[in-house]
């Protein structure tokens, strides 16, 4: 459940966020926590991103204390993060004053909820990664000590999947590379090139250093995958 208002607003909102492949769902319940009627409450949203509102939800009216479920469609375009976000208006009955406004706080959607992971050949891998002008640059920023354990944390926060094989990445010298691949149910292809070292001089529990090359179709896809990875690389692989 994912709360919109504060509980000392005059009405509480809440939502549950249904993500079905290319569309997304909003159940919100609203509640009149005043002893006024209000009159045409009405769920304003917007987005940003490659999201799209289907139909504007319809007016409501809400008795004293009363509450009552709102439903709203949004239609996903394509692999990026979005933001819905948006208010509640309404006019208390009887009263002379403007429309009243409640500010909802910002539902977030996440890119994972359409990235899987996907297999191609190295020379698939290579055309991609020569066709793409889309490259976002991640600077490897993270408390974990071990080269396997990063890349591991890394393809789990992705969902991507790592081509190199794993007779290549055994063994231990200080470095590893490793090319991973994913699509989205949208059929837009994500490469990425980890390039990451241990810096042994420093001691055996100096972090993971390097850098982590994103390249993609679209700008969205490849800055919502460098988001998702700098979100996800401090916290520690268990």
């Not at 090139?193 to 810096?199: D, L, R, W, Y």
Request: charged share 20%; glycine share 6%.
């Amino acid at each position: 459940v994912t709360q919109l208002t504060g509980f000392s607003d005059p009405v509480y909102a809440e939502a549950y966020v249904h993500v079905n492949q290319y569309d997304i769902v909003l159940d919100v319940l609203v509640v009149n926590q005043t002893s006024d009627t209000l009159q045409n409450c009405t769920l304003e949203l917007a987005t940003l991103g490659d999201l799209k509102l289907v139909e504007k939800p319809s007016p409501l009216t809400l008795a004293p204390h009363d509450f009552a479920n709102i439903k709203a469609n949004v239609k996903v375009a394509s692999t990026e993060n979005g933001i819905i976000f948006g208010n509640i208006v309404y006019d208390v009955s009887g009263a002379a004053s403007d429309r009243n406004c409640v500010v909802l706080s910002d539902i977030h959607i996440d890119i994972m909820d359409y990235i899987q992971p996907a297999t191609c050949t190295d020379a698939e891998f290579r055309q991609m990664w020569a066709e793409f002008e889309w490259e976002n640059k991640v600077t490897v920023n993270t408390n974990i000590v071990d080269l396997n354990d990063y890349l591991q944390h890394i393809l789990k926060s992705t969902n991507m999947k790592c081509l190199t094989p794993e007779k290549a990445l055994s063994g231990y010298c200080g470095f590893m590379a490793a090319n991973l691949y994913a699509r989205s149910i949208f059929g837009e292809d994500a490469l990425a090139n980890v390039s990451i070292e241990k810096p042994i001089q420093q001691g055996p529990e100096a972090p993971v250093t390097g850098h982590i090359r994103i390249r993609a179709k679209s700008q969205g896809m490849a800055l919502s995958l460098g988001d998702k990875i700098n979100l996800s690389q401090k916290k520690t692989s268990i």
